[in-house]
């Protein structure tokens, strides 16, 4: 009876652990992790899903990833790119839409591919008949080599980024533009013809840096001033008689501005304009 009663609380402890063993869910690093970019250049939402491999003292470009072969431009799945608009890559045409983004390293030049393929393991049933553009980018030396791939969106303007693909020694640019003029202008015009509230400043200021119709921006920035007459609205009127090339209408404005800005409240509204300001006036002289 004695061993017995020994025995049960042994036996107990064994099942416990085994029933233990079989519920708890192991989980181990991943060689490449999967990384999302998510980034909106103008109007267009961009998505990057790739797997992130690191050299780890090896030779990855050229040897383990062997030149003039295509490449799943990352580990794991075929890397993917998606864009909520039209876009234009490297000079080429794509549409809206999701794509596996491919490459072929070479030494002194490297192929970007743009495959309808979105859906697919590396490379390995990559099909060339899928694909939607290619084009050739030259690489960039890197002075500091880049242990783990990475994809990243730089450079950004309203139309215009750069795709950077780093790893190693090199870095690919790829080129990025959209049309952003020809949506914001309509949504512009159709906002001037209607009946509620104008965007008059934020239409000035897009002309204004979009080299567009600096008569009809100046306009706005007067229907602005005469909505509401603040520092900001009248450095906006500056800045876009300096570009029609009157500098002593900018300079007045500028100063005008600055004496708004001074009567503010706002010590950063005070500091920030004033700067704007003087600095426009110096580009001036």
């Given at each position: ?197 104008k965007p008059y400043a934020q239409a000035a200021g897009f002309y204004l840096e979009h080299n567009l119709d600096l008569k009809k921006a100046l306009t706005w920035a007067d229907a602005a001033i005469a909505a509401g007459a603040n520092q900001t609205n009248i450095h906006l009127k500056a800045k876009i008689l300096a570009k029609l090339g009157d500098k002593a209408g900018a300079i007045a404005a500028a100063k005008q501005s600055i004496e708004l800005a ?24």
């Amino acid at each position: 009876m004695l061993h017995s009663r020994l025995l049960l609380p042994a036996a107990a402890a064994i099942f416990a652990t085994g029933l233990f063993a079989q519920t708890t869910k192991l989980e181990w690093p991943v060689a490449s992790p999967a990384a999302t970019l998510k980034q909106r250049v103008g109007l267009t939402d961009i998505e990057i899903t790739y797997s992130r491999p690191g050299a780890k003292g090896r030779v990855m470009i050229g040897k383990i990833e062997p030149y003039g072969k295509v490449w799943r431009t990352g580990a794991n799945n075929a890397t993917t790119i998606t864009f909520s608009t039209a876009v234009k890559l490297g000079g080429k045409e794509v549409p809206a839409g999701k794509y596996a983004l491919f490459t072929i390293p070479n030494e002194k030049e490297w192929t970007v591919i743009i495959n309808k393929g979105a859906a697919q393991w590396g490379a390995f049933t990559y099909d060339e008949s899928a694909d939607l553009v290619r084009f050739n980018v030259t690489p960039v030396p890197l002075a500091v080599p880049v242990e783990t791939f990475e994809i990243g969106i730089n450079d950004l303007r309203d139309d215009s980024a750069t795709i950077n693909l780093s790893w190693e020694k090199v870095r690919v640019p790829i080129k990025l533009e959209l049309d952003v003029v020809g949506p914001i202008v309509a949504q512009i015009d159709g906002a001037m013809a209607g009946t509620g509230t104008k965007p008059y400043a934020q239409a000035a200021g897009f002309y204004l840096e979009h080299n567009l119709d600096l008569k009809k921006a100046l306009t706005w920035a007067d229907a602005a001033i005469a909505a509401g007459a603040n520092q900001t609205n009248i450095h906006l009127k500056a800045k876009i008689l300096a570009k029609l090339g009157d500098k002593a209408g900018a300079i007045a404005a500028a100063k005008q501005s600055i004496e708004l800005a001074m009567k503010s409240d706002n010590v950063g509204v005070r500091t920030e304009y004033t700067k704007l300001n003087e600095n426009l006036i110096a580009s001036l002289k």
